[in-house]
């Protein structure tokens, strides 16, 4: 079950992490880097291919009021898309100050899409109720997703590189 059908969470944000394809983990591997991460994250809905191989999940993380859904993606499709974004990151770099691995980055043909929900009230009103999300989880995932496959995280809606 994906967050989305989730009536406790409203979706916020996805985030990419880019890497090359023969570096994808194993379910195990990544079930084992998150919950090193921290032990009150709860992991449900694991999915891996019939090698083992990482397809999705989803953590939840209580005390941050937030989840992420995991899935991979790879091939053409990534590849593709990896062109596509690093033109309009290009366009967005007027001022950066790191070096960002444009070759690279069009080279990737993996990809975790990382959609980050925020747990919200039953009795919210509105969107006015005070801010409890906490956006730690989401970065340590992202940081250890692209360690463990030596990828990138990006945030794609402002072309900002998480990690390198």
């Known amino acids: 079950m994906s967050m989305f059908e989730d009536n406790n969470y409203r979706w ?3 985030f990419l992490v880019l ?15 998150i ?8 992991l449900t809905n694991r999915s891996n291919d019939d090698r083992g191989m990482f397809d999705s999940l989803t953590v ?3 005390d941050d009021f937030a ?7 790879g091939g053409e499709e990534v590849l593709e898309q990896g062109a596509a974004l690093v033109e309009d990151m290009k366009k967005l770099d007027a001022g950066c100050k790191t070096p960002v691995p444009w070759e690279r980055i069009q080279r990737y043909d993996g990809r975790f899409d990382v959609l980050h ?21 989401l970065l340590v ?3 250890a997703l692209a360690r463990l496959t030596g990828g990138v995280a990006i945030d794609p809606q402002t072309g900002t590189f998480l990690t390198d």
């Open 12 to 14: 916020r944000e996805t």
């Open 19 to 33: 890497f090359d394809a023969k570096k994808r983990p194993t379910l195990d591997g990544v079930a084992k880097t």
């Open 35 to 42: 919950t090193a991460l921290n032990e009150r994250f709860e």
């Open 60 to 62: 939840v993380s209580a």
């Open 67 to 73: 989840a992420l859904d995991i899935c991979y993606i």
């Open 117 to 137: 929900f925020e747990r919200v009230s039953e009795d919210a009103a509105d969107d006015s109720e005070e801010e409890l999300l906490d956006p730690s989880a």
């Open 141 to 143: 995932v992202l940081e």
